[in-house]
């Protein structure tokens, strides 16, 4: 008779706990909430300026342009309200710029990394400059967004960049037994002409699974043990709702520039030995000028730490540092601690480059 | 209440060795997979799942296309070509208007410069505003040949302009 209530609350803890699981995981949380502009647009990119927090006088001279991966949405630089890399930059006075590639459709499946570092960026940052008023611009590249910003700073060094921010940049791809990635696309296994014939452009479903099969019993299995474990903290809750809505939303990648990926890079290893051609140019890293600051995650398992470290010994920049930080390709960014380590370190860098 | 009293008052969790058990679990689960999805034979067998799949889709695809182009041009409707070749034209239009914001932008900031040499030339001394005008007329010849000839009323055909 007295254990009756007792299994009662047993009861009514689990319905709650059932239908806060029920609501994360069928439900996309609020993201990329910053207001901000929208300030250009070609094809399916759109360039957006978010708004100022900071008084004119107060802010940072040099503009800030953010580049993300082809294959993920941008909304990572901006997760949630108090959990926002953009929030962050804006309150520490940076103009700030994103670049969305958008969703390529099926009439983009040529699109190439040619077309996106010699047509949409230039393009991009031209605009960024009318609107700043300054001939100067620092930009950030995440991921494939710092292969793009990587070719774009050396192929136009007189463009006016001052200062490029690599966020772990798979730039480096000849220590292949390292390359999880590079043996499942090894040319013996995958036929890339024959999947991007039938597809056209390289399914979001596809580049997931790859992603995820990486570490399959964290992605898999883990990660809801973990929402499972700490239904009772609501801020654990919220940050892995936001992150879940950003996960699933994934979009395809274009095939011509999927191609020059594992062609080029994973197979051929292009960039680094100099052999990589962009719309006749052949990228010469000694070329890129700008100052770099490239971050690399330690316990990164899709971009390892040796595909980054090797840049520095190729550009032709005077100021560079290499920042590591203890994390993994998504966690130094958007992770718990990014607030404390990871954007704090970006802001001074860049502080002292930016006026 | 302190955080030792509220670590002594703390009701024991008895799911909490289950928990450890569970993890302890799931790491060496990982560590064996990670090492299975990172060897040869993994890539060979994922590879040929996916030759398998691209060979059962790939006869589909072919007819499928077929069918839908032959039943949208009998119906005399867009095929999916049709607006492959429209966004493409769409896109080559926004490069242009993109290319003619560029140029507005250039002239505007010209014009900009322009403006405070000339409030300059107005209040200049007559000494000093020769010179200025010199000094203008050579920059113009150099930098925007262009413009010198539009200043200049060119005769037109009125019969081409038709």
């Known amino acids: 008779m007295v254990q009756a209530p007792v299994a009662m609350d047993q009861f009514a803890i689990l319905e709650e706990r059932l239908k ?13 909430q910053t207001p901000k502009e929208l300030v250009w647009t070609l094809n399916k990119a759109k360039l957006y300026r978010y708004v100022p927090a900071v008084p004119e006088k107060d802010r940072h001279r040099v503009p800030l342009l953010l580049i993300f ?18 929030e962050y930059l804006v309150g520490q006075g940076y103009d700030v710029y994103l670049l969305d590639w958008g969703v390529p459709g099926p009439e983009d499946k040529d699109l190439k990394f040619d077309d996106y570092t010699l047509e949409y960026m230039p393009r991009a940052i031209r605009k960024i400059k ?5 001939e100067e611009v620092s930009v950030l590249g995440w991921c494939i967004g710092a292969i793009l910003t990587t070719i774009y700073a050396a192929l136009r060094p007189d463009d006016g960049l001052r200062n490029l921010i690599l966020l772990t940049a798979p730039l480096d791809f000849s220590q292949k037994e390292k390359l999880t990635f590079g043996r499942m696309t090894d040319e013996k296994y995958f036929d890339v002409d024959k999947v991007l014939a039938t597809f056209g452009n390289m399914p979001p479903e596809m580049i997931d699974y790859g992603a995820k099969a990486l570490k399959p019993v964290e992605n898999y299995i883990g990660n809801y043990l973990k929402l499972w474990d700490n239904l009772d903290n609501p801020q654990i809750v919220e940050n892995w709702h936001a992150m879940n809505t950003w996960v699933r939303d994934n979009i395809p990648m274009a095939g011509g520039a999927f191609r020059q990926l594992i062609v080029d890079l994973y197979r051929n290893n292009r960039l680094m030995t100099g052999e990589l051609v962009i719309r006749g140019e052949r990228v010469d890293l000694s070329q890129l000028q700008a100052n770099l ?16 470290e090797t840049i520095l010994a190729k550009v032709g920049s005077r100021d560079k540092e290499v920042y590591r930080v203890h994390g993994g390709h998504i966690g130094i960014m958007a992770g718990n601690a990014a607030h404390k380590r990871t954007w704090p370190h970006i802001d001074q860098w860049l502080a002292s480059r930016s006026n | 209440m302190s955080e030792a009293e509220a670590e002594a008052t703390k009701q024991p969790d008895p799911t909490e060795t289950f ?3 569970r993890d302890a679990y799931l790491e060496i689960w990982s560590k064996n997979l990670i090492e299975t999805v990172n060897s040869e034979g993994y ?36 095929t999916s070509e049709d607006f492959i070749g429209l966004a493409g034209r769409f896109t080559n239009v926004e490069l242009l208007l993109d290319n003619l ?40 010849a150099g930098g925007t040949s262009k413009r010198t000839t539009i200043a200049k009323p060119v005769r037109r055909n009125a019969r081409k302009v038709r």
């Open chain 1, 293 to 308: 600051l490239t971050v690399i995650a330690e316990g990164d398992h899709i971009t390892p730490p040796c595909q980054s």
């Open chain 2, 19 to 21: 928990r450890e058990m």
């Open chain 1, 69 to 86: 991966a082809l294959m993920n949405r941008p909304q990572i630089f901006d997760l949630r309200p108090g959990h926002s890399f953009v």
């Open chain 1, 20 to 32: 806060t699981v029920t609501r994360v995981m069928t439900s996309k949380a609020p993201i990329a």
């Open chain 2, 101 to 140: 914001d560029a140029k507005l932008d250039r002239i505007e900031k010209l014009l900009a410069l322009e403006k405070p040499a000339a409030s300059a030339e107005a209040k200049a001394p007559k000494a000093a505003r020769k010179t200025t005008q010199t000094k203008q007329t050579s920059l113009r």
């Open chain 1, 130 to 134: 009318v609107l700043s008023g300054v």
């Open chain 2, 43 to 78: 890539a060979k067998a994922s590879g040929a799942a996916l030759d398998g799949f691209l060979a059962v889709a790939a006869p589909f695809k072919e007819p499928t296309d077929k069918a839908m182009l032959t039943m949208l041009q009998q119906l005399n409707m867009p």
